[in-house]
C-alpha cells in the first residue's frame, strides 16, 4: 500500500490523528499535515515545552476537542512506534496507521499496524515532506513553515544538523524569514525573575576534562531556556537540570557516546530509574552522576 492507497483505504473511515505524550513540534507539525492530507479529526497531548504550544497557537490547532478517543475506525500516529508513547488510547481490535523517525521501534506495534512509513532520519517532518513529494502532494506555506520550526527544535536548534538537515530546512523555509521560527516557538515568555533567580545557584564542576552545570528550574520551559541560550556560551559539557519531576541531562553532541551511552544509560538501568522524554523521573541525587561522571575517559 502507498500513500494514494492509504487515502483510498480510509474513505469513509472515521480517522483520528495524534503523536505521544508530551507532544512536541515534530509531532504537532506531522499531525496537521495529516489532517490536511487525509482529513479527520485530531487530538494532541499537552506539549511538553512553550515552543509546541507556541506552533498550535500558529497552526490554530486546539488542545481542547472534546472528543471521544475510542470512537474512530482508524488512528494515524506520528512521530513514536512505541505504544507506551500513546497509553491515552486503547488500541486494542483498532487499526492504525504509523509515521515515525527513530532507529528504536516496537517490533508488534508496527506489525499490527495497517500501513506504516518509518525512516530513520533527524525528524519525522523530513519523511512526510518526501513522503509528499514523491506523491506530487502540495504542501502550503503553513505546513512548510511549521516543518522548518520542527526540524529546526528536533535538532537541538540545530546543534545536530548537518548538511542533508539544512537542505530540508531551505526548502521548508522558502521565503519566510528565521525569526518567524523563532516568534512562534518563543510566542509565551518564561517568568524572567524566576529565571534569574535559579541562575543564582548555578553549581559549575571541573570532572576529568568536562565542564558539569548542576542547577534547579521551576519547569521544563525555564531548563530549555538556559539550553537555548547558554550551554555554548558557558562552555558546558553536561548539563544536569534538577527539575519537579526529576533529573534532566543535556550532553554535548561531541560527548554522547563516551559520556551519555557509556556511563549515563549504564547507571540509569542500574539503579533501575523510569525515564520520560529526558527526565528520569522522582531522581533527584545529582551526586551520584558526578561520581559516575569521573569515570570518564577521553
Excluded at 190 to 196: G, L, S, V, Y
Excluded at 230 to 241: F, T
Amino acid at each position: 500500500m502507498n500513500i494514494l492507497d492509504l487515502k483510498e483505504y480510509i474513505n469513509g473511515k472515521k480517522v483520528l490523528h495524534t503523536t505521544h505524550k508530551l507532544s512536541d513540534c515534530d509531532g504537532i507539525a506531522s499531525i496537521y499535515w495529516g489532517i490536511n492530507l487525509f482529513g479527520g479529526d485530531y487530538y494532541i497531548p499537552q506539549p511538553e515545552l512553550r515552543s509546541g504550544g507556541g506552533l498550535l497557537k500558529y497552526l490554530d490547532l486546539s488542545l481542547d476537542n472534546n472528543i471521544n478517543l475510542d470512537s474512530y475506525d482508524i488512528y494515524f500516529i506520528y512521530d513514536t512506534s512505541n505504544y507506551e508513547d500513546i497509553d491515552f488510547i486503547s488500541l486494542e481490535n483498532k487499526e492504525y496507521v504509523i509515521f515515525d523517525h527513530h532507529s528504536k521501534i516496537n517490533e508488534d506495534f508496527v506489525s499490527n499496524s495497517v500501513f506504516t512509513y518509518i525512516n530513520k532520519a533527524s525528524a519525522n517532518v523530513i519523511n512526510l515532506y518526501e513522503l509528499s513529494i514523491n506523491n506530487s502532494i502540495h504542501l502550503n506555506d503553513e505546513i512548510l513553515l511549521s516543518f522548518a520550526t520542527a526540524l529546526y527544535t528536533d535538532t537541538l536548534i540545530f546543534r545536530t544538523a548537518r548538511e542533508k538537515e539544512f537542505y530540508y530546512f531551505s526548502k521548508f523555509i522558502k521565503n519566510k524569514k528565521f525569526e518567524d521560527i523563532l516568534n512562534i516557538i518563543y510566542s509565551k515568555n518564561i517568568d524572567q525573575k524566576d529565571f534569574i533567580n535559579s541562575l543564582k545557584d548555578i553549581k559549575i564542576y571541573k570532572i576529568k576534562d568536562l565542564i558539569v552545570s548542576v542547577d534547579n528550574f521551576n519547569n521544563v520551559n525555564q531548563y530549555q531556556a538556559f539550553l537555548d541560550g547558554l550551554l555554548d556560551v558557558l562552555g558546558i559539557d553536561v548539563s544536569i537540570g534538577i527539575l519537579p519531576l526529576g533529573i534532566k541531562i543535556q550532553v554535548k553532541k561531541i560527548h554522547v557516546q563516551k559520556v551519555y551511552h557509556r556511563l549515563l544509560v549504564p547507571l540509569q538501568k542500574n539503579l533501575n530509574i523510569k525515564k520520560q522524554h529526558g527526565i528520569w523521573l522522582n531522581f533527584f541525587d545529582y551526586q551520584l552522576i558526578l561520581t559516575e561522571l569521573k569515570k570518564y575517559k577521553k
